[in-house]
């Protein structure tokens, strides 16, 4: 029987040292993975990995399986031809917006939306009632309801407590949650887009990305192959860095606070982190919205994983 890859301590890997870039090709119990970091912890070396056709992560001690790391994540034997080259195409044919470039739709075998949640760093409470809202709305429809949450570093060294609330759903099987890396600072500043966020001057993406990721993994925390810019905001040149660390940035067709309107297949974006009730509301009015044919099955969430499959 296959035993998929986990995370091995559900408390994380709180001594994490040696992180960094690592592209190898990995045979794990006869499967081929794509190695993207290693990082060591209490004297045990790890690596995380991608199913290139899955798109899903998992951490694997380098004990258990065969790796060989590779210069380029293009020279790994399983990329050619994957879900996940796919996706780099993808983004690379939409790379040049200033804002909201990337992939902003996915392709829906049914109707519904892909929800995704920023936490951006905040200093109020979690906006619970966007979960609570989600519960009520599929109660009796879903058992497990799939959801992307974007991680910023300083959200999560600023609410401990919310974010374990969230792990514990996780756990208790009542959502599916996709992590995804939004960098470690979210830096915001009142200059015009082209030089703000990742593209502000000073910015050193190496450690926005791979900061954010040790602290993710040392919370118990998987972190997923997609990336979210700050603000939505990026550059050519920035977005071939974020691929430079094998990661798929995610954007958005329907950021409700902006006035988008959710379609089939659309990327759905909101703030949680009680900055954004404008979005919050329209989330939930969207919910009641729909509420007759989440309950006859006829509008779902979809998995990003499965929603970017081409």
Known sequence: MLIKPELVFSQGYPHIVNYRVYFANVSYQGRPYIGIRTFRNQNLDYILTVDP?????????????????????????????STYAK????????EYALQDAGIDNAFPKERGINLTIDLCPSHKPLDKVVFESLFSAFRGIESSLP??????????????????????????????I?????????????????????????????????????????KGIVPSVFFRFPGLVSSHE???????????????????AKGQHAQDGSIVLIHANGNEEVGVQDFIQLLNSEQKNIRNKRWILHDLHEGVEY
């Open 147 to 176: 959801i992307a949450i974007s991680l910023s570093g300083k959200w999560i060294l600023n609410h401990e407590a919310d974010l374990q609330w969230l792990i514990n759903l996780k756990n208790k099987g009542l959502l599916t």
């Open 178 to 218: 996709t992590w995804i890396n939004h960098t470690y600072n979210h830096r915001v500043n009142k200059d015009p887009l082209d030089h703000n966020f990742l593209l502000a001057a000073g910015t050193h993406v190496n450690a926005e990305i791979l900061d954010n990721e040790m602290l993710m993994l040392k």
């Open 238 to 256: 920035i977005m071939e860095e974020v691929l430079g660390f094998g990661l798929i940035p995610i954007g958005s067709d329907a950021w409700l």
């Open 53 to 81: 056709n899955t798109l899903e992560t998992s951490v694997i001690k380098s004990a258990d399986c065969n790796s060989t790391e590779v210069s380029h994540i293009q020279n790994i034997a399983h990329f050619s031809g």
């Open 87 to 94: 996706s780099f195409q993808h983004v690379r044919d939409h």
